[in-house]
């Protein structure tokens, strides 16, 4: 399945065993040219707190605690085969337990608003060394730094994941290939990082392109578009309702004055499904 081009294979634990080694088998499942080809493997398992539990493992085997992308298709999967039949399915997930509405057309989700909580911004939480505005709570916003020799201002976010949000005149390669990854390892970020180059449309839209914490750069990232509007109201850039355009589709957001919540409603897409042999 895929959300707004973000793919990753999904195994449903609800009626397969649990990998014995989930890390390895994203490596192996994820490798487009030996495996099925995906940014990682999500596993859809039963939770004693919600309707279900999501893991989810970049390509590279790492563990993160969310994907914003893939928490939309985990809420599909969970209507279309009838294993949770409410409006609103609770996902629990590394970064506590998200309420999603589904919404469907001739009995199939087709989208999902996920409301994905209030963000991080505290810099020693997200986490992240850089030091922050004393008199914003130590919110690290528009700081300057210089990585491999290029000089940008970051603002950094956790939406249950560490973002470090780039504003740019263009999203180039020369920027998400090959500063992204950079930036991604800097010591600075503790945990790595996911990283958005953001141009600005106007005060209400804008295009992303991520490079992500383990996965290299993805068609779109749902954590990180949601990182991007709280970003971009916290520079001034946008306000608090912005329509995000991602490589692989498009994302509309919401950071909630009165709940401190950011939503997020896009695509869910199921591909097709089959039966993987293991190495």
């Keep these: 399945m895929h959300g707004a081009g973000n793919d990753y294979v999904y195994v449903d634990c609800f009626n397969n065993p649990f990998p014995s080694n989930p890390q390895d088998l994203s490596r192996q499942i994820s490798n487009r040219h030996m495996g099925i080809g995906a940014d990682g493997l999500i596993l859809i398992c039963p939770s004693e707190v919600a309707d279900a539990q999501m893991r989810m493992f970049n390509a590279d085997g790492s563990e993160s605690e969310m994907c914003g992308n893939g928490i939309r298709c985990v809420a599909k999967y969970l209507a279309d085969y009838g294993i949770c039949t409410k409006q609103t399915i609770e996902v629990e997930t590394g970064a506590g337990v ?43 916003v528009d700081v300057p730094i210089t990585v491999g020799g290029a000089s940008v201002s970051v603002t950094c976010v956790s939406m249950g994941n560490p973002h470090c949000v780039v504003f740019v005149d263009e999203a180039s390669d020369e920027l998400v290939r090959g500063l992204g990854p950079q930036i991604e390892v800097d010591p600075r970020f503790p945990a790595r990082v996911n990283v958005e180059f953001v141009e600005v449309i106007s005060p209400t839209e804008v295009r992303q392109r991520t490079w992500e914490r383990g996965s290299g750069e993805t068609m779109a990232c749902g954590t990180g578009a949601s990182a991007v509007c709280v970003a971009g109201v916290l520079t001034g850039r946008s306000e608090r309702e912005l329509t995000n355009h991602l490589l692989g589709g498009t994302l509309f957001l919401e950071w909630s004055e009165s709940s401190n919540h950011v939503f997020m409603t896009g695509p869910a897409v199921e591909v097709f499904s089959g039966n993987y042999l293991p190495k």
Excluded at 106 to 121: A, I, T
């Design 98 to 140: 998200l309420a999603l509405a589904v919404f469907k057309e001739n009995g199939k989700v087709h989208s999902v608003r996920v409301d994905m909580g209030e963000p991080v911004l505290a810099a020693e939480e997200i986490p992240t060394k850089l030091l922050g505005n004393a008199n914003q709570r130590n919110q690290v």
